[in-house]
């Protein structure tokens, strides 16, 4: 059964304080492992796929990185509009997705 | 840049009723999706939907559940006779194909009273 977790629950943050979040996974044949915000009353919103250990893929202050075992998404300078829950899924070999419970990020000014 | 629409974005229906959840994926997708979401819990599937049929369903999905594309936009979730239980955030999502990600919609609350 393919399992993902995701630490820490919750992260609360400085303006301007860099820090990673953790998404550990067990699957059978990873076919890709994605990235998604949530908003509060939102659904999750695409951020990055990575497909293979060692991919890396950033987006303003988001950097996403994958190894065989765990992915991190590092987030740099974070601003408070970074308040979010993110979210972690994997796909292996078929086309649904399992998600890990998230890390709630609060970036106070 | 194209989205994923679903209503009502709320919906409270008695406990034995039939309630029917509607989406419009993106419109060129042709993978289709159903998820839900507990409150405090995770992100679950349901179902997913290619080529006019169930493609594959978790144990969730049982047979008070079912699924339907009536026409080439809209893509519906049916549960037959709601239980207390099935209170619970759905979302909606859709890819264009098998090497893309998902799209989610921002969810229907179903609050089975």
């Known amino acids: 059964e393919d399992q993902v977790t995701q630490s820490p629950e919750a992260l609360r943050l400085q303006e301007g304080e860099s820090s990673s979040l953790n998404c550990s996974y067990t699957v059978s044949g990873l076919r890709g492992l994605f990235w998604y915000r949530q908003d509060p009353g939102k659904g999750p919103e695409f951020l990055f796929t990575l497909y293979s250990a060692g991919e890396e893929k950033e987006k303003e202050r988001l950097k996403a990185t994958l190894t065989k075992k765990e992915s991190f998404l590092h987030i740099t300078a974070p601003k408070p509009e970074d308040s979010a829950t993110y979210l972690c899924a994997v796909q292996a070999t078929s086309n649904m997705l399992t998600f890990g419970g998230g890390t709630r990020l609060m970036v106070k000014p | 840049e194209p989205e994923v629409t679903q209503t009502p974005s709320h919906q409270v229906t008695q406990m034995g009723q039939e309630v029917i959840l509607r989406c419009v994926p993106i419109?060129?997708?042709?993978?289709f999706y159903w998820y839900r979401q507990i409150l405090g819990q995770k992100v679950e599937f349901l179902v997913s939907f290619y080529n006019n049929e169930i493609s594959e369903k978790s144990e969730i999905f049982d047979d008070q559940f079912s699924v339907e594309r009536p026409d080439g936009s809209n893509f519906t979730l049916k549960i037959r006779s709601t239980k207390l239980e099935d209170s619970a955030m759905y979302f909606c999502a859709s890819r264009l194909d098998s090497n893309q990600p998902q799209h989610f919609g921002d969810g229907t609350r179903l609050s089975i009273l």
């Open positions: 419109s060129n997708h042709l993978y």
